[in-house]
T-cell receptor, first 109, second 115 residues
């Protein structure tokens, strides 16, 4: 599975959009981009995933560049409860999830 | 939304003792996983399990570890002789289909403390 690079930490003002970047320059054609988050020491929580098209669900939007070498997770209106570690993971459907160190997002009141 | 249930939420044991961590995956799921997270570190893959056998395991999952699906609903992780460095949060996860890029559902974890 391709390696990902994320900034170690980010801040976002409450109510503003949080844009979390991820680089995955070695991604291959059949690998998906997944985003999970971990609030405090709870179990990781699925947010969204995509292959090459942009995706949106009730939690977030995922923007994948045309060359698929990077992506951005967007939380449109961040709340204090969105403070968490966010993991960008690239994998094929047949493989297990391997977590990196993620981005620690702090939402500031 | 369906949930993966883990028991107990906290387990304290003495070094050298055997411990069994229990998980009830989502009922129609076929693939099961154990992960662990040592305090302050990243979430680490331990083992995946399908059709009553191990599909993949990491270097961490040595002979001291074993997994079992003893009945139609439970999935267990056994550590035969615990060590201090086994202290961690252990997460169970499950998914339905392997090839359709389905998400993993994680339990809330069992905090294992080895004294």
């Amino acid at each position: 599975d391709a390696k990902t690079t994320q900034p170690p930490s980010m801040d976002c003002a409450e109510g503003r959009a949080a844009n979390l970047p991820c680089n995955h320059s070695t991604i291959s054609g059949n690998e998906y981009v997944y985003w999970y988050r971990q609030i405090h020491s709870q179990g990781p929580q699925y947010i969204i995933h995509g292959l090459k098209n942009n995706e949106t669900n009730e939690m977030a939007s995922l923007i994948i560049t045309e060359d698929r070498k990077s992506s951005t997770l967007i939380l449109p209106h961040a709340t204090l409860r969105d403070t968490a570690v966010y993991y960008c993971i690239v994998q094929t459907g047949a493989n297990n999830l391997f977590f990196g160190t993620g981005t620690r997002l702090t939402v500031i009141p | 939304e369906p949930e993966v249930t883990q028991t107990p939420s906290h387990q304290v044991t003495q070094m050298g003792q055997e411990v069994i961590l229990r998980c009830v995956p989502i009922s129609n799921h076929l693939y099961f996983y154990w992960y662990r997270q040592i305090l302050g570190q990243k979430v680490e893959f331990l083992v995946s399990f399908y059709n009553n056998e191990i599909s993949e395991k990491s270097e961490i999952f040595d002979d001291q570890f074993s997994v079992e699906r003893p009945d139609g609903s439970n999935f267990t992780l056994k550590i035969r002789s615990t060590k201090l460095e086994d202290s961690a949060m252990y997460f169970c996860a499950s998914r339905g289909q392997f090839w359709t890029n389905e998400k993993l559902f994680f339990g809330s974890g069992t905090q294992l403390s080895v004294l």
